[in-house]
């Protein structure tokens, strides 16, 4: 069965780093897609960039680029977001989801299978 | 306020049918393709409809997608109580290089 399982609820102050997790399994890790995607509370669907695990090729959506950084550990399956200096606008569930497997084709990925959301609440 | 405009709601008795617009541009709905995702409330999203017009394994009959140069539509037939929630459509943009999702439509079964 495929799934990915993240990392639990984090509380954390306004300029303080952060990373957070998201686990493959029931697939060949490398291979697939992983996006990583915002949701403010109330709010709708934002995404952040993808990671091709396989050669941790990423792209970025320019509103998140410089903002966060996208990683993967090939050998415990596992990709990571990270924060150096957050903000209360951070504030929000992270999501990550499975896409394609190709790995020229970032674009007009469905994404099949998702996590069930880091909430990441920062607040002095 | 998202690139691609759904209605911010639905809504229609049980086994009635209701339809849930998309709209874009040419940067993103009319040359990409167009996917739907539906999340139930406190609940992660689900894929629903990929490609247009595909389901996945799983996915009713019931819910079938369209799409027709610049917009896309979602139809739900035979409404159950467990189709309430919200459904975002989503595509690829070329002009601003990343994925875009609708604003989200709360369905609600009356």
């Known amino acids: 069965e495929v799934q990915l399982l993240q990392s639990g609820a984090e509380v954390k102050k306004p300029g303080e780093s952060l990373t957070i997790s998201c686990q493959g399994s029931?697939?060949?890790?490398?291979?697939?897609?992983i996006t990583w995607v915002r949701q403010v509370p109330g709010r709708g669907l934002e995404w952040i960039g993808i990671?091709?695990?396989?050669?941790?090729?990423?792209r970025y959506s320019p509103s998140f680029q410089g903002q966060v950084t996208m990683s993967a550990d090939k050998s415990i399956n596992t990709a990571y977001l990270q924060w150096n200096r957050l903000k209360a606008s951070d504030t929000a569930r992270y999501y990550c989801?499975?896409?394609?497997?190709?790995?020229?084709?970032?674009?007009?990925?469905?994404?099949?299978?998702w996590g069930q959301g880091t909430m990441v609440t920062v607040s002095s | 306020q998202s690139v691609l405009t759904q209605p911010p709601s639905a809504s229609g008795a049980p086994g009635q049918r209701v339809t849930i617009s998309c709209s874009g541009t040419?940067?993103?709905?009319?040359?990409?393709?167009v996917h739907w995702y539906h999340q139930p409330s406190g609940a992660a999203p689900k894929l629903l409809i990929f490609?247009?017009?595909h389901r996945p394994p799983g996915v009713p009959d019931r819910f079938s997608a369209s799409k027709s140069d610049t917009s896309a539509s979602l139809a739900i037939s035979g409404l159950q109580s467990e189709d309430e929630g919200d459904y975002y459509c989503?595509?690829?943009?070329?002009?601003?290089?990343?994925?875009?999702f609708g604003g989200g439509t709360k369905l609600t079964v009356l």
């Open positions: 989801a499975l896409g394609g497997s190709d790995i020229k084709t970032y674009y007009n990925l469905a994404f099949d299978m």
């Open positions: 029931g697939y060949t890790f490398t291979n697939y897609w």
């Open positions: 990671i091709y695990p396989g050669v941790s090729e990423t």
């Open positions: 040419s940067s993103n709905i009319e040359n990409n393709l």
């Open positions: 490609s247009n017009r």
């Open positions: 989503a595509s690829w943009d070329d002009t601003l290089k990343r994925h875009v």
